[in-house]
């Protein structure tokens, strides 16, 4: 990781910054947003899309520089738009250099990609990422994620401040209502699995002011092989379909390892536009990049197989949640 890291900052510091390029969607038209600055909002955009055409959005997981290659990568030959993602201890890792690197990385690709802190859940994580929005270096979104809250209400009290200051820098953000269990890695163990009810979410939603809602309907963060398999309560989701379609929020999927192709597409039919992927790409590259130099391949040229096989999982995804094509 450190590398990558290393990559990220010597791209930023030494390396020419291209302006952002023009805003994808022209004629997106976010009339459930009451605050002018996120009608312009690139990851609302997208999602807006994807609900709207009845398809997914691969939003992944990257960890170093050469992932965020790799996703870009894929976005553009498969003419798909995408979400890059950052977990909290990869931006603590990287701070503002690496955030910018990603940033120029996905807004100067040819196809709509947009930049998503997921999982900021810790004071100086979210103190960080609002702090580098405030000064111009913004993620495209962040969820703010107070599900470790006992109640609701407590939730609602330690989410709002920082949706608030979000808001003001035309930052989209995303909660959690109920709570998953599991952790990944570079994300705190949660226990306590609380599921989502959907009469609670319209409330929830007025009351935090997000725009992307990150559900508990039976996953988990990590492996499900030790329940037997993903129980998945999908009326959960159509509940919420129902209630939300066509303004905000948009539902997010977390919890996404080890699930079957026909359940991606189960939950692209329940009106989730946003996949939260990690694993499915993140272990390949690690172990094509692990196998290369173990085999005394020259770094450069093992990083290019890893970045490869990495893209690979991610077209796979495009393919499998009905996005290929869509920023053609």
């Known amino acids: 990781m450190a590398a990558g890291f290393a990559i990220g900052r010597r791209a930023c510091i030494a390396g020419r910054l291209i302006p952002k390029r023009q805003q994808p969607y022209p004629d997106g038209n976010l009339s459930s947003v009451k605050n002018m600055s996120l009608e312009n909002n690139l990851t609302l955009n997208i999602l807006k899309k994807a609900e709207d055409g009845g398809y997914g959005?691969?939003?992944?997981?990257?960890?170093?520089?050469?992932?965020?290659?790799?996703?870009?990568?894929?976005?553009?030959?498969?003419?798909s738009p995408a979400i890059l993602q950052l977990f909290p201890v990869t931006l603590a890792a990287g701070g503002g250099p690496l955030l910018q690197y990603c940033l120029d990385v996905a807004h100067n690709a040819s196809v709509p990609i947009s930049v998503h802190l997921d999982h900021a859940t810790d004071p100086e994580h979210l103190e960080l990422s609002i702090g580098l929005a405030e000064k111009g270096i913004k993620f495209d979104s962040i969820m703010v994620d107070a599900s470790h809250?006992?109640?609701?209400?407590?939730?609602i009290a330690i989410a709002v401040p920082y949706i608030k200051r979000c808001r003001a820098a035309g930052v989209a953000t995303e909660v959690e209502l109920g709570r998953l269990e599991g952790g990944e890695a570079g994300l705190r163990e949660i226990t306590g699995a609380m599921l989502t009810d959907p009469a609670n979410a319209e409330e929830f939603m007025k009351a935090?002011?997000?725009?992307?809602?990150?559900?508990?309907?039976?996953?988990?963060?990590g492996s499900y092989k030790f329940i037997g398999g993903p129980k998945y309560k999908l009326e959960i989701l159509k509940d919420l379909q129902k209630r939300f379609r066509g303004r905000i929020p948009y539902l997010c999927a977390h919890g996404t390892d080890e699930l079957p192709d026909s359940l991606f597409q189960?939950?692209?039919?329940?009106?989730?536009?946003?996949?939260?992927?990690?694993?499915?790409?993140?272990?390949?590259?690690?172990?094509?990049?692990?196998?290369e130099l173990s085999a005394g391949?020259?770094?450069p040229d093992a990083s290019e197989k890893a970045?490869?096989?990495?893209?690979?999982?991610?077209d796979h995804m495009m393919g499998l949640l009905g996005s290929k094509g869509k920023a053609a």
């Not at 809250?149 to 939730?155: I, R, S, Y």
């Not at 997000?210 to 996953?219: E, T």
């Not at 970045?307 to 991610?314: D, G, H, L, S």
């Open 266 to 291: 189960d939950l692209v039919k329940a009106g989730v536009s946003k996949f939260n992927i990690n694993s499915w790409a993140r272990d390949p590259y690690i172990e094509t990049l692990g196998k």
């Open 208 to 221: 935090t002011g997000a725009d992307i809602l990150a559900p508990s309907y039976g996953n988990l963060h």
């Open 149 to 155: 809250a006992d109640t609701d209400e407590e939730n």
């Open 57 to 79: 959005v691969v939003a992944q997981t990257c960890y170093d520089a050469n992932m965020a290659v790799a996703l870009v990568r894929a976005a553009e030959r498969n003419k």
């Open 307 to 314: 970045i490869e096989a990495f893209a690979q999982v991610c």
């Open 297 to 299: 391949t020259p770094f």
